[in-house]
């Protein structure tokens, strides 16, 4: 909501009157001389002067840029034509500057946010587009905290010659705060949600940018649909925000099944990937989220999570998460975690978290190559995020970032079964320390698309890694063009530079490039690679959900690409 402000006669004297004569000829030369009796004035002419249908605007142009550095006074007294010449008379006048520009009555931490010093003011050129800066500033201060009505001029203006003192007086009107957020349409989601994912609590003070944001933030809630824009209610001292807003299928379901007989036993067992997303099931902005694989016959993974936001309408959310995997008859991993969430304004968060590691070694066998054990780790540790995408979905603009980093003990239980030896080079108790960082910047090109600047990465910092305590990556959530966690490793890092073309809201098609590097140091062994990965790939949205398919190629360990490698990646998710 933006009010008008008053900047006094002066601003009228600098901007007023800014065209000139009009000429219609075709193709003349342009002379300017500059009256007598002043002072040289440096103009900025490009090489080449300006046809006759623009010699109106050309002389406007430079008659604004001598106001903007001071001359306030400029003009072309004189222009005459004769011929195909146009000769114009410009009167420039001296240059005014500052006696002192006061602070007023505005107030001294509105002034310091703005980066108002008066001693800036003070024997300086007058330029109006720095005080129009100024003002904007200011206004903007007042808007954002409480004073949506808030005017802003010039007071006690003098002008002795070349010089101009004034002060600066703002009108703030009455405080504002918001009273009540309405919503109008047949929205289930309890409103205490909505109101603090927006940052708009009732008797908070009036803040126009969060205002702003408000069409951005509900489409960043899968569960919501805006029925038309909001709109605001103004009485003194109090604004009322009305919202129209209505349900919105979100939860999904996505699934392949299959069926292979087991190659050691020949029972028959089920394969597969199987993910379910419960989006706000409770109606307060809670998620419930599973995933089961199981690629190959031996090797299974599960992971859930729960995330519940705005704890007792508070900034404050948990999350909870757990991983199983098992890897053949080899080992298996279970990994539990708990954070506790500090959501930000704009939606940005804070979070401390603890991580629980465990590793199992499933067959006496797998000890042999000294490359598994068993092991226990926990970590503690503070992350934050950071997103400032136009849409999270599918976004054409803005960055993006979570980083994580933690420290904590790890124990390695020693196996009854095995000789004493076996853990006579190992560490049974160390240190762990273990960092994370996904971030992101989409640069807009043209009107529909966008190219991304990606980087993915992991660390884990430790005496003696083994590999069942390792990252898994590969596959279509890190590189793609390789099978799904194929490559371990205890630090890699995944660069990705990706064009996208948006066809819809939820459409887009792509062309990608995924360079990653990473090590593999497993009790005291080091394996080093830099894998790449290319190819493209379609998100299509159909009235039944989101249809997607991705194909990529692959290179590892300099071997040559191979077209019978690529990885084919298909997948449709249905709304419910």
């Not at 600098?14 to 193709?27: E, F, I």
């Not at 623009?54 to 034509?81: C, K, P, Q, W």
């Not at 729960?306 to 995997?325: D, R, S, W």
């Amino acid at each position: 909501m933006r009010f008008y402000f008053t900047i006094t006669c002066l601003f009228f004297i600098c901007y007023a009157t800014l065209t000139g004569v009009r000429l219609s000829a075709q193709g003349v030369t342009l002379q300017i001389d500059q009256s007598a009796n002043e002072a040289a004035v440096k103009l900025n002419l490009p090489k080449n002067g300006p046809d006759s249908s623009e010699v109106n605007a050309f002389l406007a142009a430079l008659r604004y840029e001598l106001i903007e550095d001071g001359y306030l006074a400029a003009s072309f007294d004189t222009v005459i034509r004769n011929g195909d010449t146009v000769r114009a008379v410009l009167n420039a006048g001296r240059p005014y500057k500052w006696a002192k520009l006061s602070a007023g009555n505005v107030r001294e931490e509105m002034l310091s946010k703005a980066g108002y010093r008066e001693k800036f003011f003070r024997g300086t050129p007058f330029k109006p587009a720095e005080m129009s800066r100024l003002f904007e500033t200011l206004l903007d201060l007042a808007e954002n905290n409480g004073y949506p009505f808030a005017q802003l001029g010039l007071a006690d203006v003098v002008i002795d010659g070349e010089e101009i003192e004034a002060a600066l007086k703002m009108n703030l009107h009455a405080y504002t705060v918001i009273d009540s957020i309405i919503i109008k349409g047949d929205l289930e989601t309890n409103r205490r949600v909505i109101e603090n994912h927006l940052g708009l609590m009732k008797g908070a003070a009036y803040n126009q940018s969060r205002l702003d944001r408000i069409p951005l933030r509900l489409r960043e809630l899968p569960y919501v649909r805006v029925i038309k824009p909001y709109e605001v209610g103004m009485r003194e001292g109090e604004a009322d925000i009305y919202l129209y807003l209505e349900n919105k299928k979100a939860s999904n379901f996505d699934g392949v099944l299959g069926v292979l007989p087991d190659p050691v036993t020949g029972d028959i067992i089920f394969t597969g990937d199987v993910t379910l997303d419960l989006m706000n099931p409770f109606k307060r902005g809670e998620s419930i989220n599973l995933r089961w694989q199981r690629l190959q016959t031996r090797t299974q993974q599960l992971d859930l999570r729960f995330a519940y936001p705005f704890l007792f309408n508070t900034p404050v959310g948990t999350e909870f998460n757990i991983n199983l995997f098992r890897q053949d008859t080899l080992f298996s991993q279970v990994n539990l975690g708990l954070a506790i969430q500090y959501f930000l304004p704009g939606g940005n968060k804070l979070k401390f978290y603890v991580d629980d590691f465990q590793a199992n070694v499933i067959s006496a066998s797998a000890y042999q190559q000294g490359r598994l054990v068993d092991s226990r780790s926990v970590i503690f540790g503070i992350g934050g995020a950071v997103n400032t995408l136009d849409y999270r979905f599918n976004p054409r603009s803005g960055y993006f970032f979570d980083i994580t980093a933690g420290g904590g003990k790890k124990r390695i239980r020693e196996n009854a079964a095995l000789d004493e030896s076996f853990y006579d080079d190992v560490n049974l108790r160390s240190e762990i320390y273990n960092a994370n960082i996904l971030a992101g910047y989409h640069q807009p090109v043209g009107r529909r698309a966008t190219l991304l600047f990606r980087v993915r990465g992991g660390y884990f910092l430790n005496d003696n890694m083994f590999l069942n305590e390792a990252y898994r990556i590969g596959g279509l959530k890190s590189i793609r063009g390789f099978d799904e966690q194929a490559i371990f490793a205890t630090g890699f890092a995944v660069g990705t530079l990706e064009f996208r073309y948006l066809l819809e809201e939820n459409s887009n098609v792509f062309l990608f490039i995924d360079q990653a590097a990473y090590e593999n140091r497993i009790n005291r062994e080091v394996e080093e690679d830099t894998p790449l990965g290319f190819g493209g790939g379609i998100n299509f949205e159909t009235g039944a959900g989101i249809f997607s398919l991705t194909y990529a190629l692959g290179r590892q360990f300099d071997n040559d690409i191979s077209l019978r490698g690529g990885k084919l990646h298909f997948g449709f998710v249905s709304f419910f």
